[in-house]
């Protein structure tokens, strides 16, 4: 069962064209990745798909709901069931991390401080960090803290579809391996679907099921990395030259 499907999706910036046409279908379970070169609109079809950006036509059916064409009720009960980390982590620098983790439970339930202190408690574990660092704010832990914390953040309303934007970018290689790790375990152990923006080519393919290459504003290639070998591209072909023996 396809959980995303974009079709025909145009995004003009002024009289630039960033997508022209973009077609592709995502599955419930799958970690999809969306690449390409710089520039080549990756982040800005994920800022689209979770509704902080809108496209110029066609449709982004998520869920049921074609988010280019819905109520305000209907988008805010939708932004419940995802959760997104921005590559930066986005964490709130005067707040600790269990107060980042729990403001999502704090703005859109009613549930008692208890109960969150509870649920934040359970996230924080969830994602390998230790009971202490609830405590830190995020100036006082390390790059990949951050990540985890936010990711911990993410997943606090117990989201349906995760969305991640270079989940990778900035940690040293023994941490990114730790969080592709991280990644597969949730998907597995809370039946996640994720969309991931990455140009990591190890974490690429230690987690990806199948990935869109979006290149000359099109998609390039839609599939499995086991078939990408035979794809005549010219980003494919560099891109992926390490991997292709």
Known sequence: MNIIEVRNVRTIFDERIVHDGLNLSI??????????????????????MVMLQKVHSGS???????????????????????????QAGALFSSLTVAENIALPLIEYTDISAKMID??????????????????????????????????????????????LDEPTSGLDPISARDFDGLILKLRDLLGLTIVMVSHDLQSIYDTLDSVAIIDNKKIAYEGSLADIKSVKNEFIQTFFKDKRT
């Open 27 to 48: 599955k419930e379970g799958h970690i999809y990745g969306l690449l390409g070169p710089s520039g080549c609109g990756k982040t800005t079809l994920l800022r689209e």
């Open 60 to 86: 982004i059916n998520i869920l049921g709901h074609d988010v280019a064409n819905i109520s305000h009720a209907d988008a805010q009960s939708l932004r419940r069931q995802w959760g997104v980390l921005f």
């Open 118 to 163: 509870e649920i934040v408690r359970f996230k924080i574990n969830l994602v390998g960090l230790k009971s202490s660092d609830a405590a830190l704010y995020p100036s006082q832990i390390s790059g990949g803290m951050k990540k985890k914390s936010a990711l911990a953040r993410s997943l606090a309303m117990d989201p349906k579809l995760l969305f």
